[in-house]
């Protein structure tokens, strides 16, 4: 009797503590974003979304660093998705099960856990000494397409694996080639859990400061790009730079708030998006 | 024509699987390219002198000395090493006096010394033929012709004294201060701190949510750490940098607050949803039957969860930790923001450190391209790429013994 009696309350203590314990993980994170949110939305207006800084940072607002961080984010992607995508495809439909296959997996799986400021040397030394980009756009853009270059890949892996293999066999039983199994049965159905998958993974590239850092970004640069050969400003290092290193770290603590209030909007509004996106597709497909 | 058309579609076939497997490899490449970049510009430091570009080290043409450390180097030109018996050499009058350009009126009348320089040499050698303890850091120009002192031949930088060094000052003269020890220690301690506070809490949230939580509030629970994931990690170190640093300081009542403890508190916040992900998967991994057959055996569900579903998913949850220590250890900007970065050896996690990928983002903007302070990042690039591989190969073992074993 007495065994049983402390089985019990071991147990209820037990869920007691992973209780607590997991309330605390959530508290926390409501803690960082209400602190950002509360404070950075007094500091947002029209006129700190549009405006350039202005007196050492500590006034105007972050226009040029949004233009920037958009078109680092466009610029990455256009390079990752293309090439990520037809290597998932090559990797779950078209690779067997051979040495190396098994390379170049494991070769992606490496790539996707080199730490950022890794890529930022790397891309340092390819893309803005040895091919000359210079710190720029282009140098920028394709360092952070490396970053997002493994996520995309296993995105369009996972999507693909779910589909059942049926289709794929059916396809293939009326007469299609393998190509056309792939493009007309199943992309088409892999198509919103690849797309979920992209929209993570622009959240993740827009935040990254430490692979820009040495090859796009400028510390203050109050007009737009003009090509894609110039420096930007980016809202992640604009963050670093002025809670860190700026002139009067004290006055432009206002717009610190700001910018990471925009950092996080721009990832939770990401995450939204996708999983709308996703809720709306599986209704369709149930519907079906 | 319905061969052609055959041959026309072959032809669209054979090209699009060329792209896919061009695409395919397109990784391995990027990883051989970082391999030979890092490495190549790194592997550059150890060709480089151990004393700045362009000057030398001389003493009297009589003394023994034939070899000095750049730790050596540095006591001596910072009067921590006075005599040379410290430096194991016998010297008459023993004493160091150490001379550099400047000290040189205080040996030689000024007015003596031609417009153009050309007399140094000959200058710089008396002075050092009148003091036997004389040790001079000059041009190397100025030691060309005329010269009578001994030079030091002191060779390149080394490996022992780069991986053994114990003092960071990759600007110091005359000899750079190249010594990892301090800076991979730093690493170390605040990771390690991290995973200790990290595990605990991510292990609670990982079976609560595998095990105990209703399907309501696991529809709740997983977005969060979805989101937790996605925040940029430069916010966490504005959170930690405005919020944990001061709360810290005031704790702990400290002179600053940007403290090992500090990054590691950080660090822990950003590595839980790595380790409560796949911690979680691993767990919902165990078989429904084991777990039914424990309960039917008379065990309740925590005897379960321990006896059981833990053990059955120990692997799961190792490579979960294990890759959330490499996030720790590769993350650059939130431990850069609260940290302190003072690259000295800790002793205790109140006390600023630096970490390998820290000390990168905020030096090499300074750094002069292909010089030694610039490579000797690169070795640092290498290191954290090398202890990170070694990492995620561990993963990649441990998941694929785990495949064996359940097959």
Redesign the interface.
């Given at each position: 009797m007495d065994y049983l009696k402390r089985k019990k309350i071991n147990q209820a203590s037990a869920f007691w503590i992973l209780k607590i314990m997991s309330v605390v993980v959530v508290a926390m994170l409501f803690w960082i974003l209400g602190f950002i949110l509360v404070n950075g939305f007094q500091v947002i207006s029209w006129d700190f979304l549009t405006k350039m800084p202005e007196d050492g940072m500590t006034k105007g607002g972050i226009y040029p660093a949004i233009i920037g961080t958009l078109c680092l984010t466009v610029g990455s992607m256009i390079f990752a998705f293309p090439i990520g995508v037809l290597s998932g495809i090559y990797l779950n439909e078209y690779a067997g099960k051979g040495w190396l296959v098994r390379l170049i997996r494991t070769m992606t799986n490496n790539l996707g856990s080199i730490p950022s400021i890794v890529f930022g040397l790397f891309g340092m030394s390819l893309f803005v000494n040895t091919m000359g980009f210079g710190d720029s756009i282009i140098a920028g853009s394709l360092t952070l397409g490396l970053l997002a270059l493994p996520v995309v890949i296993r995105t369009t892996e996972e999507a693909l694996k779910q589909i059942d293999n049926s289709y794929r066999l059916g396809s293939l039983a009326l007469g299609a080639t393998k190509l056309q199994t792939v493009v007309k049965v199943v992309l088409p159905m892999a198509f919103p859990n690849i797309i979920t998958g992209l929209i993570l993974s622009i959240g993740r590239v827009s935040g990254e400061t430490a692979p820009i850092m040495f090859t796009a970004v400028a510390y203050f640069l109050p007009m737009l790009p003009s090509s894609i050969f110039d420096q930007v400003m980016a809202l992640p290092y604009h963050l670093y730079v002025i809670s860190t290193s700026g002139t009067d770290i004290e006055a432009s603590r206002a717009m610190a708030y700001g910018t990471a209030f925009v950092l996080i909007m721009i990832v939770l509004i990401l995450n939204l998006c996708a999983n709308a996106l996703r809720r709306y597709f599986s209704n369709k497909v149930k519907t079906n | 024509m319905k061969k052609m058309f055959r041959g026309k579609?072959y032809f669209?076939?054979a090209l699009?699987?060329g792209?896919?497997?061009i695409?395919?490899?397109?990784?391995?490449i990027?990883?051989i390219?970082?391999v030979l970049?890092?490495f190549s510009?790194g592997m550059g430091l150890f060709k480089k002198n151990v004393i700045e570009e362009g000057y030398v080290i001389a003493v009297n043409k009589n003394n023994p000395i034939k070899d000095l450390t750049p730790q050596q180097i540095k006591d001596v030109f910072d009067v921590k090493i006075e005599t040379w018996k410290e430096l194991g050499a016998d010297v008459s009058g023993n004493q160091i006096v150490v001379l550099r350009l400047d000290d040189i009126p205080n040996y030689f009348p000024e007015e003596e010394i031609a417009e153009d320089m050309s007399n140094l040499p000959q200058i710089i050698s008396q002075i050092l033929d009148d003091n036997p303890g004389m040790i001079a850091f000059v041009p190397k120009d100025f030691t060309q012709t005329n010269f009578t002192g001994k030079i030091l031949d002191l060779g390149n930088i080394n490996f022992k004294d780069f991986f053994g060094g114990k003092e960071w000052f990759p600007t110091a003269q005359p000899a750079h201060q190249f010594g990892v020890i301090p800076i991979v220690m730093g690493t170390l301690w605040v990771s390690l701190g991290a995973i200790l506070i990290a595990l605990?809490?991510g292990l609670?949230?990982a079976?609560?949510?595998a095990e105990?939580a209703s399907k309501a509030v696991h529809k709740v629970?997983k977005?969060?750490i979805?989101?937790?994931a996605?925040?940029?990690?430069?916010?966490?170190?504005?959170?930690g940098?405005?919020?944990i640093v001061p709360l810290i300081q005031k704790t702990f009542n400290l002179d600053v607050g940007e403290t090992g403890l500090a990054g590691s508190i950080v660090l822990a916040?950003m590595a839980?949803p790595t380790i409560i992900t796949i911690a979680e998967d691993a767990l919902r991994s165990t078989p429904r039957a084991m777990k039914e057959a424990s309960l039917a055996l008379g065990a309740?569900?925590?005897?379960t969860i321990v006896k059981v579903t833990i053990p059955y998913s120990i692997s799961g949850i190792t490579a979960g930790v294990v890759?959330g220590i490499?996030r720790a250890?590769?993350?650059?900007?939130a431990v850069?923001?609260v940290t302190g970065n003072a690259a000295v050896i800790p002793h205790t996690l109140l006390e600023p450190v630096r970490t390998i990928?820290a000390t990168?983002?905020a030096e090499?903007?300074e750094a002069p391209?292909g010089g030694a302070h610039y490579e000797a990042?690169?070795v640092l690039?290498c290191i954290?790429?090398v202890i990170?591989?070694l990492?995620?190969?561990t993963v990649?073992y441990i998941s694929y013994r785990n495949k064996n074993k359940v097959a």
């Open positions: - | 579609k669209i076939e699009w699987e792209l896919l497997k695409s395919g490899s397109v990784t391995s990027i990883i390219l970082i970049f890092l510009e605990p809490f609670a949230v079976i609560y949510s105990l629970l977005p969060i979805e989101l937790l996605g925040i940029p990690s430069v916010v966490y170190g504005f959170f940098l405005v919020v916040i839980l309740n569900k925590w005897q890759l490499g250890i590769g993350e650059t900007m850069l923001m990928p990168i983002a090499l903007g391209k990042l690169f690039g954290l790429f990170t591989l990492i995620n190969l990649e």
